[in-house]
């Protein structure tokens, strides 16, 4: 299974490349600097070219950087996006330090920006589940659960299509179980 429609907005999972996606918003994992780095961050920096970079360095200036589990939205510069909406995912140490609860709000903050700007299509990596090394199945089950819940409680959303870009098969895999198993 790789859809499903949830109220009136559609979600979809693919293997690929976030970066070329067209859809109204990326979500792109980023560090609190917001002065892209590694993984899915540094791939977006650099397809997006140097539009998002000033971007976020303005919004550096202003409010010194984006706190885990919140979001800013930026333009997307080269990407075939219109924006790119980044979020600074938790670190994993073991659960003990609020992490599912930071990583759901990387998911609902993002999605209450893309609603914000009337956006209609986002399209999200798996939030934390690189290098910041959160459990994966777990990752999956917050951010399809944040995603529900998020429709369920904004029925009126501008969002009509939700994507999960998973990098690899093992992250789509998990996705996919996740979604069957919430039957929808």
Known sequence: MNDIQMGQTHIVLLQGDITVQHVDA?????????????????????????????????????????????????TAGRLPAKHVIHTVGPVWNGGSNHEQQLL???????????????????????????????PKKEAATIALNTVKEYIEQHPAT??????????????????????????V
């Open 104 to 134: 759901a709000q990387c998911y609902s903050h993002s999605l209450q920006l893309a609603d914000e700007h009337q956006l209609t299509s986002i399209a999200f990596p798996n939030i934390s589940t690189g290098i910041y090394h959160f």
């Open 26 to 74: 990326i979500v792109n994992a980023a560090n609190s600097s917001l002065l892209g780095g590694g993984g899915v961050d540094g791939a977006i920096h650099r397809a997006g070219g140097s539009a998002i970079l000033e971007e976020c360095q303005q919004i550096r200036n202003r409010q010194g950087g984006c706190p885990t589990g919140e979001a800013v939205i930026t």
């Open 158 to 183: 501008s969002l009509k299509q939700i994507m999960f870009v998973c990098y690899d098969a093992d992250n789509l895999s998990l996705y996919q179980q996740q979604l069957q198993a919430m039957n």
